[in-house]
């Protein structure tokens, strides 16, 4: 519900899902993750990335000839971390998430944008398809509350056909969330 509502608006709520499992190798950076919710969890994470990271330079030093060192390595990996963990608080929403790391000098070409109420919003298109196609391997669209949700329904099941995704299921969400 906490989704819907930060998520949504009243112009339309929509919620995807996908078959994780389908998705490209060429993505394999950006699969997505189930957000973190337990602290406890995310310390034993977090110590287990120091600790491999400090053995390995025990047994082999910090290689600097690579493309990466161990501590350039561990701070990479400490970082996608972090956008995975999220307060207990919002346990419910269930989240998962897919990250996507790069730096000022590259961010200019993976950036898109797109205007939102008169204003630039940049995003990035972070997957790329699935093993067989250059389509997202989407198997379910759910259709939130909105005033005409039969019609949305309805359209989108019209708007994935003509995309190339005749096969997802398209139903409305049972969430009583007054449009």
């Known amino acids: 519900l906490g989704q819907w509502r930060g998520y949504g608006s009243v112009a339309g709520r929509y919620s995807l899902g996908f078959r994780v499992s389908r998705f490209s190798e060429r993505d394999a950076l950006r699969f997505p993750q189930q957000v973190d919710y337990d602290p406890e969890s995310q310390r034993k994470r977090v110590r287990t990335a120091i600790n491999l990271t400090r053995n390995y330079l025990t047994r082999v030093g910090d290689d600097q000839t690579g493309p990466l060192g161990g501590i350039t390595s561990l701070a990479l990996y400490l ?19 897919s990250v996507s ?79």
């Open 79 to 97: 970082r996608r971390l972090a956008c995975i963990f999220k307060h207990p608080g919002f346990r419910d929403e269930r989240e998962w998430r």
């Open 101 to 179: 790391s790069f730096n000022e000098m590259d961010s200019v070409r993976h950036v898109s944008f797109e205007a939102v109420e008169g204003v630039p919003r940049p995003y990035m298109i972070m997957l790329q398809g699935s093993r067989e196609s250059s389509q997202l391997p989407v198997v379910e669209v759910r259709v939130g509350s909105a005033k005409r949700q039969d019609v949305a329904v309805f359209a989108t099941s019209m708007l994935l056909r003509r995309l190339g995704y005749p096969n997802v299921a398209v139903r409305k969400s049972q969430i009583p969330l007054a449009p």
